[in-house]
Antibody, heavy 117, light 111 residues
Framework: EVQLVQSGAEVKKPGESLKISCKGSGYSFTSYWIGWVRQMPGKGLEWMGIIYPGDSDTRYSPSFQGQVTISADKSISTAYLQWSSLKASDTAMYYC??????????WGQGTLVTVSS | EIVLTQSPGTLSLSPGERATLSCRASQSVSSSYLAWYQQKPGQAPRLLIYGASSRATGIPDRFSGSGSGTDFTLTISRLEPEDFAVYYCQQYGSSPRGLFTFGPGTKVDIK
């Protein structure tokens, strides 16, 4: 069974750094792209970026380029999304999802990030 | 960058009725590169349709997708109580380099 399990909710202060994770199982982790999607409170879905764990090829939405870093450790089948300096506007639910052809066929349960002073 | 527009923003219908949701792209999209998702409150999105018209695994046949070019449609033939949710379309643009875009969503709520 394909599963993406994300790390737990985080509460951070503005200016702090953060790295959240997404662990894949039940499939060949290095053979599928993993994408990250933001959902701000009460809002829609925004694609942030995507990584191919097989060779770490990474692409970013222009809206998120330079704002976050996506990485992966294929030895432990885990993808990451990180911030070096959080802002209050980063408060959102973040989902990882596996890309099949162009669609995202399996999703993690989401990680809620709250940034507040 | 391709922009997706969904209409209506909210669709108020009763169980058993037919729902027709529209997704319009600012430029032509390959049918192979259009997908639909359902999201219920407190849950992750779920893939419904890929390649504009193919149902994902386990999706009931009351869900169907159609369209080409810039106009795509998700139809729910007879709404079940569990179908009241938000629906998003999504496209993949091969140029510029591999960008994904979601539409703003259509909320289907109970009339």
């Amino acid at each position: 069974e394909v599963q993406l399990v994300q790390s737990g909710a985080e509460v951070k202060k503005p200016g702090e750094s953060l790295k959240i994770s997404c662990k894949g199982s039940g499939y060949s982790f290095t053979s599928y792209w993993i994408g990250w999607v933001r959902q701000m409170p009460g809002k829609g879905l925004e694609w942030m970026g995507i990584i191919y764990p097989g060779d770490s090829d990474t692409r970013y939405s222009p809206s998120f380029q330079g704002q976050v870093t996506i990485s992966a450790d294929k030895s432990i089948s885990t993808a990451y999304l990180q911030w070096s300096s959080l802002k209050a506007s980063d408060t959102a639910m973040y989902y990882c999802a596996r890309r099949d052809t162009i669609e995202f066929d399996y999703w993690g349960q989401g990680t809620l990030v709250t940034v507040s002073s | 960058e391709i922009v997706l527009t969904q209409s209506p923003g909210t669709l108020s219908l009763s169980p058993g009725e037919r729902a027709t949701l529209s997704c319009r792209a600012s430029q032509s999209v390959s049918s192979s590169y259009l997908a639909w998702y359902q999201q219920k409150p407190g849950q992750a999105p779920r893939l419904l349709i890929y390649g504009a018209s193919s149902r994902a695994t386990g999706i009931p046949d009351r869900f169907s997708g159609s369209g080409s070019g810039t106009d795509f449609t998700l139809t729910i033939s007879r709404l079940e109580p569990e179908d009241f949710a938000v629906y998003y379309c999504q496209q993949y643009g091969s140029s510029p380099r591999g960008l994904f875009t979601f539409g703003p969503g259509t909320k289907v709520d109970i009339k």
